[in-house]
Every structure is written in structure tokens, then in C-alpha cells.
């Protein structure tokens, strides 16, 4: 299968139940599995090892040999990984801290043309860039060569811009790992992983009898393991899949169309109680909270350890916190596939995600549902599912979407979940008004 025809995609495999003895198990490789990426990230997180990041093949050969997995007693086939998946990190946290040092020399107003040219062509050239932050000579960079710049003064300003915003990764999470082909087996509808007593397997009976042959990232429940599997899937190409459609995704709303159709129609039904519901619980979590370290400093210990013990578990909040996001989750994508299969769409225009207005102060319950809004996850399953059926997917500037009349132009009003016009009397759903002004801003601009 040609890998331009194929995406990958995670499928799930959930074990049986699971004796105690195996989840100890599990727990002590994915606690193991944690001290070594943080191991990684205290040795190789650093100024000094930028340049030795790539290939990972070099950390890899010197982890090997320093002793850590002899003394964790550590299979090779989970240390391994537990290392790849360390540098990857520290790799984001450095893409990341260069994003940051990038849009400071953007809006710095004291630097010159060539001085950003000359920064930014060091945040790209990792060999350099690690030079100036270890104070090594290095060879000027052929695009600056000819530049009227001050190199000392800006070589110190990316030092300083880089201690600002460069932190060294840490993980708590010990309920995973991954596990790597030659780690399993299977026999008898289980998959048999790795011991750390050579040539023993543990045995974990599975609800399927599905085989893969690729790294498994295993997942540690309650009592059970759920086995996330990466796998190439078929590109679908659809030839009666011939519209364009001009989108608008919302909160109550989820998908409203240019042409007045609607899919996920009050979403905000089914995400709202929701989010009152949690508001609710960790008020009293809270209170909870306070009434232990009262008694805890009052010294009346048993009552603490009873407050403890019966109000502040996260067992049956977790379970029940996650059971409904599945529940809106399913709801999401259920309605992009019925939108995909009644509108046949080859190309597909929204908006780019406006970032949260920073200077503005908003109140407790409006954070509350911002923090849990879905847009996030909705733009993600739409690029996925676009990807997925061969559909274009195209982002514009939001920019006088959302405020313009899109029958006149005008500055419209908005109102609760309506758009008001006072110039042309123009009356719609903001959702509505903001798809057709993405329909007329990208026809605008594609016509020239």
C-alpha cells in the first residue's frame, strides 16, 4: 500500500480483567519507564546538547552504557522507547522555545531588518545556535555574511531570550508505555509482553484476536490495559464528493453552513449541564479540601484521614468525567460524517482558530465553558476526517466574519446568538451571518 494512498490512524484493544499481580507489574515498567525520561530530560534538556539531539541514535548509544537500565532492571524494549519518546519532547520544548524568541524578534521594535535575518537565520542552524549559547567560536552564517549588525549584542540577546523560556521537561505520568514488536507475542487470544526475568512473558488475555507487528503504546486502567496500536489506513476517494461549503463551527451550534444546513444542533445541550455538573463537584471538593487541612492542623487526625478517604478520591469522578466526554466526542463525530455524506464536499473553507483575547477579563462562567469548549477538538477530527476522505480543507483569516452584515457590509449587531443589521435590517443567526461571510471573503479573494 502506497504510503501516499495510506494515513495512520489509532485503533484500540482492550484486555480482560486482569489479576493484581500483573497491574503491579505494568505500574512498576510504566513507573521505570518515567524515571528514564526524566533521566533524559535532566542530562540532555541543557544548552550543551541541542546539537546532539539528532539523530537520536547518538543519545540512545550513550544510554546504553551509563548504567540506569541495569539498575531499574528495565527490558531493553521498554527503555528504549521510554528514551525516543524523551528526546522527541525535548525536541518540542526547544520548537517551541524558538516559536517564542521568534515572535519576540518579530514585535521587538529596537532590532533592524538585518538584525532579525541574522537571528533568524541562527534559531534555524542548530550547529550555531548551540555555539552562541555556549559561548564557542562558530563561521557566520552565509546569510549574514554583509550585515551591518552588532553580533556580540545580539548573540547576547539570544542567550538571554533562551534562559527566559527554556525549561527543563518533567513527567508525573506513570500509567503508560510503549512497547516495541520484538516485546510481544501472541498465543491463545493474549498478547504476551515482555518480563524483566529473561525469557518469561506476561500474559495479557485481550477482548479481540487482532495481531499487530508495530510499537503499542500500552495504557494502565483501573484493572485492565487498553492497547493504542498506530495503523495505515486506505485514503478513500469519493467521486460524487464535487461541493464547496463555507463553515462556521460554534459552541452552540457545531456546524453551521452558508447554505442555512445545520449539524450538531445544540451542542451546547449536551456540554453545558455537563460543565455545571463539575462546577458543582469541585466546589465541594474544595470545601472538602479546606475542611481536611482544618482538622489536619487542629490535630484531629482521624477525622482528616475520614474526610480523605471517603470525599476526595478521583475513581468514580474520573469514570464519570470521562463517560461524558466520550458521549460528546461520539456526538462530534457522528455529525461531521452525516455533514460529509449529505453535503459531498471537495473542499471545505473555515476560518483560522482565533486565539482568546488576553486583555480582556472574562467571568468564572464563561471560563468554565471556554475551558471546556470542544472548537479544539472538532477542528481536529475535521482536518483528520478531511485528510481521511481526500477533502480540501482550506483556513482563512477570520477578520470581519463574525461583525460584518453579509447582506450589506455594514457593522452589524450582535445579540445573544443573533445578528442584527440596523443599515439593511438584515436578521440572522450569528452562526449563519458568519458562514456566508466566509463564503463571500474566500470567493472575494479567489476571484482577485
Not at 355 to 367: A, D, E, L, Q
Request: glycine share 4%; with cysteine.
Amino acid at each position: 500500500m502506497s504510503s501516499e494512498n495510506t494515513m495512520t490512524k489509532v485503533v484500540w484493544q482492550y484486555s480482560e480483567r486482569l489479576p493484581e499481580e500483573t497491574m503491579e507489574f505494568l505500574r512498576g515498567i510504566a513507573f521505570d519507564c518515567c524515571k528514564t525520561k526524566n533521566y533524559v530530560y535532566e542530562k540532555y534538556a541543557g544548552v550543551k546538547s541541542l546539537n546532539s539531539l539528532i539523530p537520536v541514535y547518538n543519545i540512545l548509544n550513550e544510554m546504553r552504557y551509563c548504567g540506569l537500565r541495569e539498575s531499574l532492571n528495565l527490558p531493553a524494549v521498554y527503555y528504549e522507547l521510554a528514551i525516543v519518546d524523551a528526546v522527541a519532547d525535548i525536541k518540542r520544548n526547544w520548537g517551541m522555545v524558538k516559536n517564542k524568541i521568534g515572535e519576540r524578534i518579530t514585535f521587538n521594535k529596537n532590532l533592524s531588518d538585518e538584525d532579525r535575518i541574522y537571528l533568524r537565520t541562527v534559531l534555524k542552524l542548530n550547529t550555531i545556535y548551540t555555539a552562541i549559547l555556549n559561548h564557542q567560536k562558530y563561521d557566520m552564517p552565509k546569510n549574514a555574511v554583509g550585515l551591518d549588525i552588532n553580533v556580540a549584542q545580539l548573540n547576547n540577546l539570544l542567550r538571554r531570550l533562551t534562559r527566559r523560556y527554556l525549561t527543563q521537561p518533567k513527567t508525573e505520568r506513570t500509567d503508560s508505555f510503549r512497547i516495541s514488536p520484538n516485546g510481544y507475542s501472541y498465543k491463545d487470544g493474549a498478547i504476551r509482553i515482555v518480563c524483566r526475568i529473561p525469557r518469561k512473558r506476561i500474559v495479557l488475555p485481550l477482548k479481540d484476536n487482532r495481531v499487530f507487528d508495530r510499537q503499542i503504546q500500552v495504557q494502565i486502567k483501573q484493572d485492565f490495559v487498553a492497547l493504542a496500536v498506530p495503523v495505515a489506513t486506505r485514503i478513500r476517494k469519493h467521486d460524487d464528493y464535487t461541493n464547496t461549503i463555507y463553515l462556521y463551527i460554534g459552541n452552540k451550534d457545531m456546524l453551521t453552513l452558508s447554505n442555512g444546513n445545520v449539524y450538531g444542533e445544540q451542542l451546547d445541550i449536551l456540554v453545558n449541564p455537563e460543565t455545571e455538573r463539575l462546577t458543582r463537584k469541585n466546589q465541594e471538593r474544595r470545601r472538602m479540601y479546606t475542611a481536611l487541612e482544618q482538622n489536619a492542623k487542629s490535630g484531629n487526625q482521624q477525622k482528616a484521614n475520614h474526610i480523605e478517604s471517603n470525599n476526595l478520591g478521583r475513581l468514580k469522578y474520573d469514570k464519570q468525567k470521562e463517560k461524558e466526554r466520550r458521549k460528546t466526542e461520539t456526538f462530534i463525530n457522528a455529525e461531521i460524517n452525516k455533514m460529509f455524506r449529505l453535503e459531498k464536499p471537495e473542499k471545505i473553507i473555515i476560518t483560522k482558530p482565533v486565539i482568546k483575547n488576553r486583555t480582556k477579563i472574562y467571568c468564572r462562567s464563561v471560563n468554565r465553558k471556554l475551558a471546556r469548549s470542544f472548537r479544539g477538538y472538532i477542528r481536529e477530527r475535521l482536518a483528520y476526517k478531511c485528510k481521511l476522505n481526500s477533502i480540501e480543507l482550506v483556513e482563512i483569516n477570520s477578520k470581519g466574519t463574525g461583525s460584518t452584515c453579509s447582506v450589506c457590509g455594514a457593522e452589524g449587531t450582535r445579540k445573544g446568538i443573533e445578528f442584527i443589521c440596523e443599515k439593511c435590517g438584515h436578521k440572522s443567526t450569528i452562526a449563519l451571518n458568519s458562514a456566508r461571510n466566509i463564503q463571500i471573503k474566500y470567493m472575494t479573494k479567489s476571484n482577485g
